[in-house]
């Protein structure tokens, strides 16, 4: 395991993509001090933001430290393991393809933006567009886990087309807009306009005072979906806490969203 | 003995500058005709409310051209601070942009990519959200011209033209006797729709005052009508506030229109939902071209916003928003944008052109300007070159210097000047720091 | 002492309009200019290139593309996505950066085109309303001289001198209006097309004698007096077309139609593969090509010339004058869509789009474009272009060469699309083998002759010092992409790749005399319909940095 211990004091953001378990694995603690990192508009080597300790080769990175203004953790992996310990910036596991990226704190914007395999797990809050597409994208994340315990922000999942997201807090606006495929729960509380122009997917509501959707969505029925079971156990096996009572609740099925192809479904929970 | 002779005052003759171009606002109407006497502008025929404030609130004054810190210096001097102020920063930004030519622009982007630092324009607190939906889903649009000519069922969303264009009406959008609508103001039918009755509404045939942030719950009742989608009368009655039979009547009349219009303001831009209430909208007026020809226009604000968009799109491929750190353009609204790296911390120097936001922006980010080292250019006094540590007093625009500009539907404009100035024009000052900088980064 | 002259020596020199099939000589250089060799033999030059063993061209000219204006810039913004994912363009201490895909930034577009050896590039398609706007981002795009196209085919006053039969009035508002714009020629898309797009949803035209209301005009009718207006002010390009009916399938005898429209006159068909197809009403079972009787009428009339308009596989963004096709487009490719109709004057259509081997429509599409190339019996009237970014990047010119000049290549690609093609197309019969002669034809001594560019795309004394040294290579797409030097202007612009120093360039314009009489008619019609004043619409010559005027031949 690399120990990389935060010991920047700035404001101005530091941008460390291309510094993944892949590229470290190989490298010597020499080689690794002099790997570079952006500081704003200059190019800094690694060992003027991080003490760094341990051994790469078993592609295990772990950040100490608060990192919130540090960006793009874990972009492009393809495999191993990073464990934030502390908050986190913008793009955490960016475009991944495979590995897991644990943040035992906060992170910003952008969690998972355009992700295509692995499993990011944020353990407290996390910000806006969290699996989301970049803007202009036909389609955003394809595939991969993101677990957010806490709460995140707006438009979760734009864009998405196919993937599996889970949200335990609150979420804001606009969550699963434009979604093409794949699952967005959310346990908590969510804001308004939840898979607005929706094409296919599924979107779960599952906290309380659910929101009202809008008007091109239509209620199908009430049940106790067998796939959402799977789903949730799934998730708890991943270290997701799941409420119990949602293994046993009434489901409303909406079908939408009609202004747009329509063929996606919105779960709430009714009791 | 002589008798000195009778001196009268020398009659100075008046000269009119006919077509001259007002730049308040994105109308760019450039049919004023400016009467100028004695270096001042006596006289805006054709000129609307806020084209006169502009005009007449322009008095030669004797401030200096340059001050640092406070203090009165010379050009050269501040164009000495201003590059070494930026060339030290890791994370300069250029920002504001859009009160100046696209001359100056031009130069102003050269600067934040010789030092690799992100340039933003003020679309990004304005129309960079429908901007950014424009990325999403396109735009059907046209220029003014075809709206005068051609449109029959005028439409303005979330905004106020009577009071922020005032001209708009009688130029472009209802009044004229255009080709296809030669009865002008009676071929036309108009339509508000806002959350209060404004000045605008009163000028309309039909005003729909709809819930405060319900813009988007609208759009989207009018894109289900428009495709034909059952909805539910009471649910529309609760999110909109207005009944479904009053949208099915606007839908109905907008299948009916032979060249539809929709214009629209900060009300849809810059309330809850923002880029997702303009894509939307974008959205509608796509679908409404299976039926009739339908386009959209957002109403700018400045009067050459549209030219820091155009400038910045075609030197960089973005449009605001563009961080240049690592030595090429990256776009992203939201973390690239002035009010965030502002208020974020991030910015630790700033070239700020032709704004305010020391007036303006939010608590955190004026706290982090104030803290941080910027040059500012503007030809009045705000409080954003009050607490520069560069400022420089430049020319007006269109009053006292030539350049073009781009009005709101993207049509260049040259500008003719009126007055003479003896400060020294955006362009000059950007060019020579654009010089020194180049000669620092070497 | 100085002797201000530059000699490239002992390359392997082609220089079809004057004849030079690969001979071994110097070149001479002073003052930006080919000049002849100096007869003091004492005189040295300055500055010496040895390119013995490479091959030395004229400068390429790229005479249809789109890299400026409000259409190519409203695309460059829609695409953030591909500019994310594309080549980063780096600023260097004297290059500035930019983006990539399909649609370049300014200064990127530049250095990008002088780095595959083009010197000179014409935008097709700007709306006048537009032309200072176009001025502005040439000047911010190096390394190239440039001029555009002004569109004319859907203008409400050309349509009405038409419809009262006035063919002078209306000669002399094109050249009033080239003149205004500082404009090259006019060009002509979708004529009538456009208007009934504006009046109509869906609207369009789908035949040469459709009437086009409110003008009562035909498209015929405005093909064949801009035509003749073009051909009495002897301007030195044709009228540049867009027919009428692009990408449909049958709309072979569209095009049929409208070359035999030209008459006697000189015209210009632009883009022509997507003009080429058999079949119809939508069925793509019988979409099917019909080069070979479109290239007889060709080769047969040498008042015509045409531009092949070349697809390539992969993604790129359509962007065209016509802008009922950008719907059509954006409707099938289930795309973002951007439309803007220009008042008066045009319209605009943009969509985003993929060509894929394994569709039978586009493998086709492909296809016809070699066709094209393969067929044609005189290089000097079919020019390689790929409508760049319409058929895919301008970047893709090095792959088309080798697809020309080596019949392997062709084979092999031939192999990997839609196996339709080889019944529906002539392609794999087709054995022809380009010479760099005629390589040097289609992409440089053509085109700058059918411009009426008496400097361009040769190597005579007298032509402009713009030339492209290449490094032989039987890789011919690897020998295309990386010339070993560029000149231009006799300066060494570009060296290995690298840009050296990027100079701005010149704009080339005309200026057509004509009765200045008519300037009251215009302005007249002009203020009671336009958006902005009359005397703010003509672009003064003091508004243009370089610039040259091309002359007309007398009249």
């Known amino acids: 395991m690399l120990t990389l211990r935060y010991k920047a004091d700035t404001t101005v953001p530091v941008e460390v993509e291309g510094l993944t378990p892949s590229a470290v694995r190989g490298l010597s603690i020499a080689e690794i001090q002099r790997f570079d990192l952006f500081h704003g508009n200059r190019k800094v080597p690694l ?11 078993d592609a295990r990175m772990e950040f100490e430290g608060d990192l919130a203004g540090v960006h793009w953790i874990g972009a492009q992996m393809s495999e191993g393991e990073i464990h934030v310990r502390g908050n986190a910036g913008r793009h955490v596991g960016s475009e991944m393809t495979g590995g897991v990226i644990h943040v ?40 991969g886990v993101i677990l957010i315990d806490g709460s995140a922000g707006n438009e979760v999942g734009l864009t998405m087309r196919r993937g599996l997201l889970a949200v335990g807090g609150e979420c804001g606006d606009f969550v699963g807009a434009n979604l093409i495929a794949g699952t967005v729960l959310v346990f908590g509380p969510c804001g308004n306009r939840p898979a607005a122009a929706m094409r296919r997917g599924t979107v779960g509501l599952f906290g309380a005072n659910p929101p009202s959707l809008l008007v091109s969505f239509r209620k199908s029925c009430v049940c106790q979906p067998t796939f959402l079971r799977l789903i949730l156990r799934h998730l708890e096996s991943l270290g997701f806490a799941v409420p119990s009572e949602c293994y046993n609740a009434n489901y409303g099925i909406y079908h939408g969203d009609h202004v747009a192809v329509g063929r996606g479904e919105i779960l709430i929970r009714e009791n | 003995m002589a008798t000195p002779p009778i001196t009268k005052p020398i009659e100075s003759p008046a000269t009119v500058i006919t077509d001259a171009t007002c730049t308040f606002c994105g109308c760019v109407c450039d049919d004023i005709d400016i009467t100028v006497k004695d270096n ?290 990256r776009f992203n609204p939201g973390e690239y944008t002035t009010s965030d790296t502002l208020a974020r911390g991030e910015a630790d120097a700033a070239l700020l052109v032709a704004c305010d936001p020391m007036a303006n922006f939010s608590q955190p980010a004026r706290e982090r300007l104030q803290s941080i080292p910027y040059i500012a250019l503007d030809p009045k006094e705000t409080p954003t070159t009050r607490s520069a540590a560069v400022a ?51 | 002492m100085s002797s201000g002259y530059f000699k490239i020596a002992g390359g392997t020199v082609y220089d079809p309009i004057h004849g030079v099939d690969g001979e071994v000589r110097d070149i001479w250089i002073r003052d930006g200019q080919i000049v002849e060799k100096p007869s003091d033999s004492n005189i040295r030059p300055d500055k010496t290139l040895d390119a013995s063993g490479l091959v030395v061209m004229p400068g390429g000219v790229d005479m249809h593309c789109h890299i400026a204006g409000p259409k190519v810039n409203a695309a460059r913004k829609m695409r953030p996505e591909q500019k994310r994912k594309a080549e980063k363009v780096v600023r260097t201490s004297n290059t500035r950066s930019g983006t990539m895909g399909s649609v370049p930034s300014t200064f990127a577009t530049g250095y990008k085109y002088a780095g595959l050896g083009y010197t000179t590039a014409f935008d097709a398609a700007i709306p006048p309303l537009a032309a200072r706007h176009v001025h502005e981002e040439f000047e911010d795009t190096p390394c190239l001289d440039k001029g555009f196209f002004v569109l004319m085919g859907n203008n409400h006053f050309v349509m009405e001198s038409i419809h009262r039969k006035e063919p002078e009035k209306l000669r002399s508002f094109i050249a009033w209006l080239l003149g205004a714009a500082k404009g090259f020629t006019p060009k002509v898309v979708n004529p009538g097309g456009v208007e009934i ?134 409707n099938a490719f289930k795309s973002k869509w951007f439309s803007s109709d220009t008042e008066m004057e045009s319209g605009c259509g943009i969509a985003p789009i993929e060509y894929r081997n394994t569709s039978l429509v586009h493998s086709l599409q492909w296809a016809i474009g070699l066709e094209w190339y393969l067929l044609a019996k005189d290089p000097w009237r079919v020019v390689m272009s790929t409508d760049h970014p319409n058929g895919g990047s301008f970047l893709a010119y090095p792959q088309i060469i080798q697809l020309l000049m080596d019949r392997t290549y062709r084979q092999d690609m031939l192999k990997q699309v839609h196996p339709a093609v080889l019944e529906r197309s002539t392609l794999a019969d087709l054995t022809r083998e380009y010479s760099l002669y005629e390589i040097c034809i289609i992409t440089r001594s053509g085109p700058a002759k ?62 057509p005399e004509y009765d200045t009489s008519i300037e009251s008619d215009i302005a007249e019609w002009f203020e009671k319909y336009y958006s902005i004043r009359f005397r703010n619409y003509p672009v003064p010559l003091d508004y243009l940095h370089d610039r040259e005027e091309v002359a007309c031949a007398r009249l």
């Not at chain 2, 059907?140 to 708009?168: K, M, Q, Y």
């Not at chain 2, 269109?398 to 500009?405: A, L, M």
């Not at chain 2, 009126?418 to 024009?425: F, I, K, Q, V």
């Open chain 2, 40 to 329: 001042h502008i006596t006289d805006a025929k054709r000129a609307c409310v806020l084209g006169k404030s502009w005009f007449y609130g322009h008095a030669a004054d004797d401030r200096p051209d340059c001050l640092i810190e406070g203090q009165p210096a010379s050009v050269a001097e501040g164009v000495e601070r201003a590059a070494r102020i930026l060339t030290e920063a890791r994370y300069p930004i250029v920002y504001g942009l859009s009160d100046t030519t696209s001359e100056a622009q031009r130069v102003a982007v050269a600067i934040g990519d010789a030092i690799a630092g992100t340039v933003d324009t003020t679309t990004s607190v304005c129309h960079g959200p429908s901007g950014m939906a424009f990325q999403g889903v396109g735009e059907v649009t046209c220029t003014l011209g075809e709206v005068a000519n051609r449109g029959d069922l005028i439409i303005f969303w979330g905004g106020n033209p009577a009071e922020s264009h005032p001209r708009h009406f009688s130029k472009y959008s209802l009044m004229p006797k255009g080709m296809f609508v030669p009865n002008g103001r009676k071929d036309r039918t108009a339509v508000g729709v806002d959350v209060r009755k404004t000045k605008t509404a009163k000028a309309m045939d039909l005003f729909f005052q709809i819930k405060p942030r319900s813009d988007f719950e609208a759009l989207w009742t009018l894109r289900a009508l428009a495709k034909s989608v059952e909805v539910d009368p009471e649910q529309v009655k609760r999110d909109t506030g207005i009944e479904l039979s009053r949208w099915q009547d606007l839908m109905d009349r907008m299948k009916a229109a032979k060249f539809g219009v929709i214009l629209f303001g900060m009300g849809l831009t810059m309330t809850r939902g923002k880029h997702l209430n303009s894509e939307a909208l974008l959205s509608l007026a796509r679908d409404m071209n299976a039926f009739t020809r339908f386009v959209v226009k957002p109403m700018r604000g400045h009067g050459n916003v549209t030219g820091a968009d155009n400038v910045v799109t075609w030197q960089t491929g973005y449009p605001f928003g563009v961080n240049m750190s690592r030595g090429y353009p």
């Open chain 1, 104 to 143: 035992h704190g906060n992170a910003s914007d952008w969690v998972g933006g355009e992700m295509h395999g692995g499993l990011i797990h944020v353990h407290g809050n996390a910000g806006h567009l969290v699996g989301s597409a970049y803007r202009g994208s036909a389609k955003g994340m394809t595939a």
């Open chain 3, 197 to 330: 797009w504006k009046q109509l949803p869906s609207g369009n035209v789908h035949g040469l004698d459709e009437n086009v209301a409110h003008f009562d005009v035909t498209p015929r009718q405005i093909i064949e007096q801009i035509a003749r207006a073009v051909d009495a002010l002897k301007l030195p390009h044709s009228v540049h077309l867009h027919a009428n009916n692009l990408g449909m399938p049958g709309n072979w005898i569209t095009t049929l139609e409208t070359m035999k429209t030209f008459g006697d006159s000189r015209g210009h068909l632009a883009h022509i593969q997507f003009h080429s197809y058999g079949g119809g009403e939508g069925d793509e079972n019988t979409f099917n090509s019909k080069v070979v009787e479109l290239v007889e009428y060709v080769n047969a009339h040498h008042n015509l010339t045409v531009d092949v308009g070349q697809v390539l596989f992969g993604e790129t963004t359509t962007m065209t004058a016509d802008g009922p096709l950008g719907y059509y487009l954006s």
């Open chain 1, 47 to 57: 060992a003027e933001l991080f003490e760094i300790s341990g051994d790469p080769a």
């Open chain 3, 450 to 511: 059918i411009l009426g560019l008496t400097r361009k795309g040769h190597l005579g004394p007298g032509a402009d010092a713009d030339i492209t040294i290449y490094t032989p290579n039987d890789d011919k797409t690897k020998m295309f992409e990386l010339p070993r030097a560029v000149i231009k202007s006799g300066v060494v612009i570009v060296e290995h790749g690298e840009v050296r120093e990027p100079l701005t360039g010149k704009l080339l314009y005309v200026a």
């Open chain 2, 392 to 442: 420089f007093t430049t020319a007006t625009y269109g009053i006292n210097t030539p350049g073009t500009v781009y009005r709101m539907d993207d049509v260049p404009i040259y500008l003719r000047p009126a007055l003479s100035s003896t400060h020294p024009t955006d362009l000059e000052v950007l060019s020579a720091i654009h010089r020194r900088v180049t000669e620092l980064k070497k």
